[in-house]
């Protein structure tokens, strides 16, 4: 037998079972790929990681991302979990923070890692620059997706595809009433947006009280995800969309967008994600996500060596 460690842990949480769940096994060489998943399906966690040694220069290590369906070529909550386990396993800080250089499919990522009393707390992760599509699909068929009249999508801002690595429809509504009452039609998924560019659906509104707030919500049936507490991928894409089309954020004198974002309210898991997007008017130029991690617990599995 052979006994493999983890970490289990609350990201992008304020509050211990707030945030996203996330196991991290942090030395994972000789795993294959299918022991790797199954042991993210025997989870059953929104994500898994698992830490590998790597030969790519600059890079500390090597993180591989599997949800219980798939494995993701980047994930928010995922990197900066990771990136946490990591940090604690070096002892108490010392004040100064620490920089990893993480390796996933999509390149090497630079995650930046805060202390507060000598432990791990605000993390920020830089991500791919996020890349945007127009859907192909009609806005009243988005709407009945969610179950929702086509009057529930914000009328003044555009549906997109957004993403830094993994694909979202970016679907803005017009207040927190249509946020809370969308369900995801499992049938009309399939038939529309399965085998879309964008399967992934990210449904938001913007806060009128505190316009640099957006409340949200992702299904993301293909991950055999239902629904999602934190997304921090999401995250990154949707605070530059929020540059390109929310009125007054491109003539900011610092060129600078901070966007709050609070998910996993209607799952009773609320999570606070900050994303941070540096740009020249529209043109994005960096974009940084980060939160804190609650530590819950950590424990072993004991599996049967893998057979060739």
């Not at 803005?172 to 659906?201: I, K, N, T």
Request: glycine share 10%; aromatic share 6%; charged share 20%.
């Amino acid at each position: 037998m052979i006994s493999l460690r983890y970490h289990l842990l609350d990201v992008f949480a304020e509050e211990v079972f707030g945030g996203n769940q996330l196991a991290v096994f942090p030395e994972a060489d000789g795993l294959s790929d299918q022991r790797m998943q199954a042991i993210a399906r025997e989870l059953n966690l929104s994500e898994t990681t698992f830490v590998h040694t790597t030969e790519t220069p600059g890079a500390d290590c090597r993180v591989r991302i599997f949800t219980p369906a798939m494995e993701l070529p980047m994930a928010g909550h995922p990197t900066v979990g990771t990136a946490y386990v990591l940090a604690g396993a070096g002892g108490q800080g010392d004040g100064q923070p620490r920089v990893f250089h993480l390796e996933e499919s999509v390149g090497v990522l630079r995650v930046e890692v805060n202390f507060a009393g000598g432990e791990p707390d605000l993390i920020f992760m830089n991500q791919p620059l996020p890349r945007f599509d127009e859907s192909p699909i009609s806005r009243p068929d988005l709407a009945r997706l969610l179950g929702l009249d086509e009057q529930a999508l914000d009328p003044a801002l555009p549906v997109e595809i957004g993403s830094a690595g993994v694909p979202f429809h970016l679907i803005p509504v017009g207040d927190r009433q249509a946020l809370a009452a969308a369900r995801l039609d499992q049938q009309r998924w399939a038939e529309r947006l399965a085998d879309s560019p964008g399967p992934h659906v990210y449904v938001f509104h913007r806060d009128p009280e505190s316009p640099d707030t957006l409340f949200a919500r992702m299904f993301a049936p293909a991950m055999a995800i239902p629904e999602d507490p934190a997304t921090g991928a999401a995250a990154g894409p949707v605070a530059a969309y929020a540059v390109r089309h929310w009125p007054g954020a491109i003539e900011r004198p610092d060129s600078a967008t901070r966007v709050t974002i609070r998910q996993g309210i209607e799952m009773g898991r609320p999570s606070l994600i900050d994303a941070r997007v540096e740009h020249e008017g529209d043109r994005i130029e960096s974009v940084k996500v980060g939160g804190r991690c609650k530590p819950v617990g950590s424990g072993e599995l004991v599996l049967p060596p893998e057979t060739t």
